[in-house]
């Protein structure tokens, strides 16, 4: 079996619970962590050759760099609140520090960077967000940083999945490097559920079965997709956040459907 599930841990000296790095993850890109810091707290990190994306997921902070300030930015208490988060770009060879004004939950999101944007705050106003999908496989989206905003490496993307409702679906994969018509991303899926005690499940799977796994997700347990198809399901009574986070060769989202399930989508649309 695939290791492909990251759980959340207690918190260590510096408020970590969670991370991955492509030595652990076995692959070239992604690096993700989660911080869960009380009021107070001060986390101070160099950037090195990463390009950083810091997404608050819920509380309010001071987030500074070498060149910028931030004050008192975040809004939302829990991500199930659905309102579109606050975020801080931050290029290579640069460092932050970000201060909890209240109790805190920040996600890091890397990957490799080239130096060519200078650091900023991504608000509210500028996540688009749209709707997806069509009945059970109907979804929110919050693009952080789709390819469209500027960045080297990094695609960053929140997701909400109804009770009852699937998402990343009809199951797609972007794990060739083969454009114009796919293109190879790595991928970390960080899930919340709500209530708390409750599950998702996901698929993570390959064509010819090499890789074939159904994973049950707990509340803040990160799932590693490093190829294949990877829907999610979110049972009766759970709706399901997870923040995504893509990084390869060429910074651009190219997928392709499974032919065995893409008529879907269309039968949905048609239903519309």
Known sequence: MADLIVPSQTPDEEGKVLSITPESAGWEYIGFEVYALEKGK???KETGNQEVCVVLLTGKA???TKKETFENIGERMSVFEKIPPYSVYIPNEDEYEVEALTDLEIAVCAAPGKGTYEARLIGPEDVGVEDRGAGNISRKVQNILPEQKPADSLLVVEVFTPEGNW?????????QNNLPHESYLEETYYHR??????F????????DK???????????DAVLVPKGYHPVSAPPGYEVYYLNVMAGPVRTWKFNNSKDHEWIMEDKIALK
Not at 167 to 175: A, G, I, L, N, R
Not at 200 to 207: E, G, I, L, S, W
């Open 42 to 44: 001060k986390l101070k």
């Open 62 to 64: 001071n987030v500074s």
């Open 200 to 207: 998702a499940v996901q698929r993570v799977y390959t064509d």
């Open 167 to 175: 998402s990343s679906y009809p199951p797609h994969k972007h794990d």
């Open 210 to 220: 090499s890789l074939d796994e159904t994973m049950v997700i707990k509340d803040g």
């Open 193 to 198: 559920v709500n209530p708390g005690h409750g």
